[in-house]
Nanobody, 128 residues
Framework: QVQLVESGGGSVQSGGSLTLSCAASGHTYSTYCMGWFRQAPGKEREGVAASDSDGVATYADSVKGRFTISRDNAKNTLYLQMNSLKPEDTAMYYC??????????????????????WGQGTQVTVSS
């Protein structure tokens, strides 16, 4: 059974930083596509960042230069370092994973989101 558990969310002021973690269990995730997504109230879910099976990272334009996705395969953990946070980053953040999706990247405002496994989310709130 594949399980993903996010943690690290919280409330910060604009300009602050947070690091999200996604602990994966049930499989060895070193060869998985993994990604971060977010959904704000009343808005569609949007992609944030992706890390493919080779560890190549891609980002949505809205977070490029501010967020960093990384993975520790020995710990089966995915991270999202978020710096220079803005109120518009406020959302529920989800991690997702898939062993062999058709693709695994972000481009422009889009990230491939047809991944099979999703966590329950962790809330990030940024105040101005």
């Amino acid at each position: 059974q594949v399980q993903l558990v996010e943690s690290g969310g919280g409330s910060v002021q604009s300009g602050g930083s947070l690091t999200l973690s996604c602990a994966a269990s049930g499989h060895t995730y070193s060869t998985y596509c993994m990604g971060w997504f977010r959904q704000a109230p009343g808005k569609e879910r949007e992609g944030v960042a992706a890390s493919d099976s080779d560890g190549v990272a891609t980002y949505a334009d809205s977070v490029k230069g501010r967020f960093t996705i990384s993975r520790d395969n020995a710990k089966n953990t995915l991270y999202l370092q978020m710096n220079s946070l803005k109120p518009e980053d406020t959302a529920m953040y989800y991690c997702a994973a898939d062993l062999s999706p058709p693709t695994c990247y972000c481009s422009g405002s889009w990230c491939y989101d047809g991944l099979n496994y999703w966590g329950q989310g962790t809330q990030v709130t940024v105040s101005s």
